[in-house]
Nanobody
Framework: QVQLVESGGGLVQPGGSLRLSCTASGGSLDHYAPGWFRQAPGKEREQLACLSSSSRRDGTTHYADSVKGRFTISRDSVKNTVYLEMRSMKPVDTAVYYC???????????????WGQGTQVTISS
């Protein structure tokens, strides 16, 4: 059973940058379309970015409008890890960030999708 572990969260000043990592164990992430979502207290889950299955060498990326141009998702198949590079961060980016593996395709609603325990990101001066 594949498990996901996120890391890299922390406290960042407005305008700063952060890189989150999501490492899979128990199986390869290449069989899934990995993505990131966040959830702030009292708010709904917000899908942020997703990378289509690595069956395509140049996997298509998808971004929410709220992070397009600021966040970048990437994959290292050797390390079995997915990254989320975040820059020009704002206080509204404060949330718990989760890595998710989509079984069927990016942002598809499927019972077999799974995610990690999350990592806290706080943007504050």
């Amino acid at each position: 059973q594949v498990q996901l572990v996120e890391s890299g969260g922390g406290l960042v000043q407005p305008g700063g940058s952060l890189r989150l990592s999501c490492t899979a164990s128990g199986g390869s992430l290449d069989h899934y379309a990995p993505g990131w979502f966040r959830q702030a207290p009292g708010k709904e889950r917000e899908q942020l970015a997703c990378l289509s299955s690595s069956s395509r060498r140049d996997g298509t990326t998808h971004y929410a409008d709220s992070v397009k141009g600021r966040f970048t998702i990437s994959r290292d198949s050797v390390k079995n890890t997915v990254y989320l590079e975040m820059r020009s961060m704002k206080p509204v980016d404060t949330a718990v960030y989760y890595c998710e593996a989509f079984v069927v395709g990016c942002w598809s609603d499927y019972p077999g999708n799974f995610w990690g325990q999350g990592t806290q990101v706080t943007i504050s001066s």
